[in-house]
């Protein structure tokens, strides 16, 4: 298959994360582009190249750039999302890893069209080993002029998924507890310290340049009729290839596991896929048919959300993954709402009940019912995030349950370490 | 004696207080470099943070116990975090917590008698292609093996 990457194309390139090495590759074209242009003409050219927010929700970039109240001379923010969380995904990550630059000029980009002078990248804490490469990159792109006036800072957390959360992350920002906020009012509005802010995710950023240098067409003309360019998806389970791939947005999740991630580890048969992080409904063997694009996944009832996508093959014991999934939710549920912290509670005992081969069949039952009490109840969206895996589990691998509860035991191959 | 930070963390904390509006914003980053100096965040180092950033000690003590790699307890010289979330127990994530546990001989979060060991589960660490996945003094380390961990048990280094 052919087709130009995007974001990625120079990443063979080991010296890309040095300034003098995005230069050699045509690095902060972009900004001299956006340079020439007028805030607002930088805002109708990202929302003609229908560009859309990467971390999950996929909200096109231009237009929540246009919430934005237009007040001159007010304090206004752009914080970068980097608090890259979502089981299964690590795509910021590698994208940061490798060219920090690209970062550092889609945030400029973004400022001089938001009219904005203070940038915060809220950065996962584990990530710390990226923070003197980053700190450096900012060094050298504000000492070669290519900052501007802006001044931007590496913030980071201490372990806790629900600061990806955009209202958490301001709280944490802040120097509080990660709780998210009750919307209205948006950070458009009121955000960080109380200004106005946009949060971005750090691949949309990335994107940035490219659309100032290439126009808005030609971004457009890449991808699908709702969303212009690439994506890169991180893919990871039972594949022979696992690792992060930039692809079209036309591109099927049956292309991304048997061509670009080499089919299935061992020939071992597929069983289902997580198309979109741990939030996202899981897939059936034979539902993978379907474009990878936010559209075409929302139409096949799962969400592309951050792009991890995670494999499965038929040895795989289904009720372990969910269990594990809403263990996770459970322990990263921040606790502020009822419904989120009692039911992500509830879910996972009920389900390790199951998989230890101590449930009833009226469990199931229970355990639709109880995601139904958490669904649309709460501030953040944890909560319907964690309901996906569950009821997409319960419905879909319904005979991996009864088998379990039949047999009051586990009868799956244990996951094992293939370690020496 | 009350404690106080030193010259360098100091200076560190000088720094960061530039980038912020208010004294309070860069408390997750400050507890982070008090948990570096002093080990873990017992009361007097929290009463420490919260003077430094003209803080109450109930916002700081609500930070620190909900960022979970902020710690009120003490943890081993190397502590191992080990992802527990899906595509690294898919690669074996149960089976290492258990051969950490075999092979140092205490529970999760307690420290070997020594004072040298501490290990972990956590939550999915981004490195899922690389499964299994390890956090440990700041480094990654992935597609994790046994022979990894036993020489770091071995020479209680990382190398």
């Known amino acids: 298959m052919t087709f130009e990457k995007i974001i990625t194309k120079h990443f063979d390139d080991p010296k890309l994360y040095t300034l003098k090495g995005y230069l050699s590759c045509g690095g902060y074209e972009g900004l001299k582009r956006a340079r020439k242009k007028e805030p607002q003409e930088i805002i109708d050219t990202i929302r003609a190249s229908k560009l859309r927010g990467l971390g999950g929700a996929g909200f096109p ?89 802006l001044e931007i800072h590496l913030h980071h957390g201490a372990g806790a998924y629900i600061c990806g959360e955009e209202t958490a992350l301001l709280e944490s920002i802040e120097g509080k507890k990660g709780f998210p906020r009750p919307k209205p009012p948006f950070p458009a509005i009121k955000g960080l310290f109380g200004k106005p802010t946009v949060i971005n995710n750090v691949e949309t950023v990335m994107f940035l340049p490219s659309i100032l240098v290439n126009g808005p067409e030609w971004f457009l003309k890449k991808g699908v009729e709702t969303a212009g360019g690439n994506r890169v998806l991180a893919v990871s389970g039972h594949v022979k290839n696992p690792g992060c791939y930039e692809v079209p947005l036309s591109i099927s999740l049956k292309n991304v596991i048997f061509e670009i991630c080499g089919g299935m580890k061992d020939d071992k048969p597929l069983k289902a896929v997580i198309p979109g992080g741990a939030s996202a409904p899981i897939l059936k063997a034979d539902e993978i048919d379907v474009g990878i694009d936010f559209d075409s996944l929302a139409k096949a009832g799962t969400m592309a959300g951050s792009g991890a996508v995670m494999v499965f093959n038929e040895e795989t014991c289904m009720v372990r993954v969910v269990h594990n999934l809403i263990h996770f939710f459970s322990d990263e549920s921040c606790g502020q709402c009822t419904p989120c912290r009692e039911g992500t509670t509830w879910l996972k005992k009920i389900i390790y009940g199951i998989e230890k081969g101590e449930g009833s069949e009226s469990d199931l039952d229970l355990l639709l019912r109880i995601t139904g009490q958490m669904s649309a109840k709460t501030i953040c969206a944890l909560a319907d995030g964690a309901i996906g895996p569950v009821r997409s589990g319960v419905e879909k691998f319904r005979d991996d349950f009864i088998k379990h509860i039949r047999e009051k035991r586990c009868s799956w191959p244990k996951w094992s370490w293939r370690g020496n | 004696m009350t404690l106080s930070f030193s010259a360098a963390t100091q200076k560190k904390i000088d720094e960061i207080l530039r980038h912020y509006p208010n004294k309070r914003a860069p408390l997750i980053p400050v507890l982070v470099l008090a948990q570096e100096e002093f080990g873990e965040l017992r009361d007097d180092v929290k009463r420490l943070v919260a003077t430094t950033l003209e803080l109450t000690p109930s916002e700081v003590q609500e930070a620190v116990t909900f960022y979970s790699q902020l710690k009120e307890r003490p943890v081993g010289k190397i502590h191992f975090q080990v992802c527990k979330t899906l595509s690294c127990d898919l690669a074996g994530g149960e089976e290492i917590l258990e051969y950490l546990r075999e092979k140092l001989g205490v529970e999760a979060n307690v420290v070997t008698p020594d004072g040298r060991f501490s290990y972990e589960g956590v939550e999915c660490l981004a490195s899922c292609d690389t499964a299994p996945a390890m956090f440990c003094r700041g480094r990654y380390f992935e597609k994790l093996t046994r022979d990894q961990i036993d020489a770091i048990i071995r020479t209680g280094r990382l190398e």
């Not at chain 1, 890893?97 to 996962?124: F, K, M, N, V």
Request: charged share 30%; proline share 4%; aromatic share 14%.
């Open chain 1, 61 to 149: 970039t231009g237009v929540k750039w246009g919430f934005l109240p237009k007040k001159p001379g007010e304090k206004r923010y752009l914080c970068v999302n980097a608090d890259e969380g979502e089981p299964g995904t690590f795509k910021d990550r590698y994208l940061m890893s490798h060219s920090p630059h690209q970062l550092l000029e889609g945030i400029t980009i973004a400022c001089r069209a938001l009219e904005i002078d203070t940038c915060y990248i809220y950065c996962r804490y584990e990530f710390r080993y990226l923070f003197d490469r980053f700190n450096q990159a900012i060094a050298d792109a504000k000492k070669e002029g290519f900052l501007d006036n």
